[in-house]
């Protein structure tokens, strides 16, 4: 018996997702027993590979296959399952990011195991197997009774404090059996956003709405995200307006992000944007009406025009930060 | 081609969400449903498509599992522009029963594409659209926000962390889309209402297959703490308050 999780990798690097993912599933497996192995595909490193090790893995599967060069679902699906069998898993754990999506559900069926989408916790119990997830897009949480023998839990970007352990792990090669024969999506184009921060990586977010008045008056969000080393972001009806690109949009029909600390500025805090960013430890909210929602959610509010008050803000933190 | 759209039946997203029975049921009392809106985006899509001959889309088929009383979020679906509708008659619950549902219907009905929101906004599992593909050996591509077909051939945009990426699978496939897909949802004209009273609902009755989750109850979120307001002229307090009592700079 085991715990596997699945840690994708960026042109042969982890990030803070990948650490995060492995000390859930290190704490899962304690739950039940156990340990956990990570599952590494593409190339990446011995040295990259030890680090999960520092986060409690006890095994790491270094699979390198030719077929798994590029994101096609129905592979991926096949070798994570083969592992799984292999490795006698009880839990599955993946990202509940894109990647993790495209696959998770998938191994579900073909496992016939029942999947915990977008948990934020550990379980809740493990004698009935019971999982805590959002629901209701934010509006509620439900405690949800996985009942199959083999499980599938996805855990939400930035919701897991990651943990290190003093711990060595074993890398081992893995194999499976499939080949490029079933390989049925072909990549046309590749366009990577370069040297900016992900949204859904980034701890610090600096999202702007309608307050901001018009795409003329980004340049001092901007540098607040700048000089926070936070990512930007904005509200539905700036990305509707073109003033932003979409990749930009958190909320309900957008990203759902969880930062450490969300800026709301000029976002007056309807029910579907705070559905895609009501899981922040802290929201900080400008606004110039008073009576905004956005001020129920956040923690700390400024009642004040973005434009006169985003200069001050930057200049707040420059001096902070020069201390 | 024949492409099926998805559709789930929620509430409208201002709802003030509440429980019954102990909160293990969601109150339904006085509540406004709706098409899920991401199911509404690729019902747009789909429809564009159709609109475009190049597409080679000639019909679009709206397919639902749930009881008769989501009949008119299937007439919504119907009157915005689909062709015909498939309803499953049981009442859904999970992700898991209801893919098996609709791919059972994928399989006795023959689309060429299947769209699916990316998530309901009432249980937001992100699981409905890869597992049909799962249970139908369908190639699928997921986190979409572009959907073309040229020379019969499908060209999708899917994103992925840190980028985009253009590719293509064989039909038939599963696509699960997501912002971006369609520009805004498409509205229903009167015509459009007229129409959609004399389309097909077809109501297929259920396979057997047993849920593997079930919900336990449902909880409200944690009560967040009171908002501390801070001058507009000082907003150095704000940055201090962030750095030595939330930490989080």
């Known amino acids: 018996m085991s715990v596997l999780v699945f840690t994708e990798n960026w042109d042969g690097k982890f990030k803070k997702l990948s650490f995060e ?43 390198k296959n030719d077929a798994l060069n590029i994101l096609d679902s129905q592979a991926y699906t096949a070798a994570i399952a083969e592992i799984a069998k292999n490795e006698d898993a009880k839990v599955i754990v993946v990202a509940n990011n894109n990647m993790g999506k495209s696959i998770a559900p998938r191994l579900s069926v073909r496992l016939k195991a029942a999947i915990g989408s977008g948990v934020s916790k550990l379980p809740v119990s493990t004698e009935p197997f019971v999982v805590y997830k959002r629901a209701y897009s934010g509006n ?27 711990n060595e792990a074993t890398i081992e090669a893995g194999s499976v059996s499939i080949d490029g024969g079933m390989v049925k999506t072909q990549v046309k184009d590749v366009q990577k956003q370069t040297g900016k921060l992900l949204l859904t990586d980034a701890e610090i977010v600096v999202s702007g709405g309608r307050g901001m008045k018009s795409a003329d008056n980004w340049a001092p969000l901007e540098e607040l995200a700048n000089v926070l080393g936070a990512a930007t972001a904005c509200s539905r009806p700036v990305s509707d307006e073109g003033w932003r690109p979409h990749e930009e949009h958190t909320g309900q029909t957008g990203k759902i992000v969880a930062p450490n600390l969300y800026f709301a500025i000029g976002i007056s805090g309807a029910t579907q944007h705070l559905a895609g960013v009501s899981a922040s430890k802290y929201i900080v909210a400008i606004n110039t009406d008073k009576d905004a929602p956005i001020f129920e959610a956040a923690q700390y509010g400024i009642v004040g025009d973005a434009a006169k008050v985003l200069p001050k803000l930057v200049e707040a933190v420059k001096e902070a930060k020069a201390k | 081609m024949k492409v099926l759209v998805c559709i789930s039946n929620v509430p409208d997203t201002t709802t003030k969400v509440k429980f019954t029975d102990n909160n293990t049921k969601f109150d339904s009392n006085g509540v406004q449903w ?45 009157a915005i522009g689909a062709d015909s509708a498939i309803r499953v008659n049981i009442e859904p619950t999970d992700a898991y029963q209801v893919a098996a549902q609709i791919a059972e219907v994928v399989k006795s009905e023959g689309f060429d594409v299947v769209l699916c929101g990316i998530e309901s906004s009432d249980f937001n599992g992100s699981t409905v659209g890869s597992m049909i593909a799962e249970f139908l050996d369908y190639p699928s591509v997921s986190a979409v926000s572009g959907l073309n077909f040229e020379n019969g051939q499908s060209v999708i945009t899917r994103e992925i962390d840190g980028g985009k990426e253009t590719v293509s699978v064989p039909a038939p496939f599963v696509a699960v889309v997501q912002k971006g897909i369609a520009k805004e949802p498409r509205i229903a004209a009167m015509r459009g209402i007229m129409q959609a009273r004399t389309k097909p609902i077809k109501v297929v009755e259920p396979a057997a297959v047993d849920a593997l989750t079930e919900v336990v109850s449902f909880e409200p979120p944690q009560p967040r703490a009171k908002c501390v307001f801070i001058d507009a002229e000082n907003p150095a307090e704000l940055i201090a308050k962030l750095q030595n009592e939330a930490k989080v700079i």
């Open chain 1, 140 to 166: 509620a949480f439900a405690n949800v009774a996985l009942k199959s023998e083999v499980k599938i839990l996805t855990l939400m970007q930035n919701s897991f404090d990651i943990v290190e352990t003093a």
């Open chain 1, 21 to 63: 993912i492995v000390s859930y599933a290190s704490k899962v497996a304690e739950m039940l027993g156990t340990t956990a192995t990570a599952l590494s595909i593409g190339n990446v490193a011995d040295d990259e590979l030890t680090k999960l090790g520092n986060y409690g893995a006890k095994k790491i599967i270094n699979l």
């Open chain 2, 34 to 78: 709706v098409i899920n809106p991401w199911d509404e985006l690729a019902l747009t899509r789909a429809l564009e498509l159709k609109d475009n001959s190049a597409s080679g889309i000639q019909s679009v088929t709206v397919a639902h599992v749930g009881p008769a009383t989501a009949e008119p979020t299937i007439r919504k679906a119907l």
